[in-house]
């Protein structure tokens, strides 16, 4: 059992930043791999970013590679996704999920792949 916790999300103008992180507590997820998905009103959930359990490989959706960076500290037991240069339709409820997923056999962008959720945080970017 690993409960997971995201924070840092909240309003902003097109342009700006915001960091979101995902904490988790009970049992470490050190060896985990661990993704973001985001899910904006009336659409699916959809793959962001994920980063396997040593943080050396990660993985991005086009709409995201050059303004977003996923990260992790181990040690703290948690995982970051800085996102700069925000966007309306960026605008979503941001999860972080957690499971054991071997980057040799897949590029984790699957949610059933993951065992764990956290409850989300709302990102709203206006135009």
């Known amino acids: 059992q690993v409960q997971l916790v995201e924070s840092g999300g909240g309003l902003v103008q097109a342009g700006g930043s915001l960091r979101l992180s995902c904490v988790a507590s009970g049992r470490t997820f050190s060896g985990y791999a661990v993704a973001w998905f985001r899910q904006a009103p009336g659409k699916e959930r959809e793959f962001v970013a994920t980063?396997?359990?040593?943080?050396?490989?990660?993985y991005y959706t086009d709409s995201v590679k050059g303004r977003f960076t996923i990260s992790r500290d181990n040690a703290k037991n948690t995982v970051y996704l800085q996102m700069n240069n925000l966007k309306p339709e960026d605008t979503a409820i941001y999860y972080c999920?957690?499971?054991?997923?071997?980057?040799?056999?897949?590029?984790?962008?699957?949610?059933?792949?993951?065992?764990?959720w956290g409850q989300g945080t709302q990102v709203t970017v206006s135009s």
């Open positions: 980063i396997n359990w040593s943080g050396a490989t990660t």
């Open positions: 999920t957690a499971g054991v997923v071997s980057f040799y056999y897949s590029r984790g962008q699957r949610p059933g792949e993951y065992d764990y």
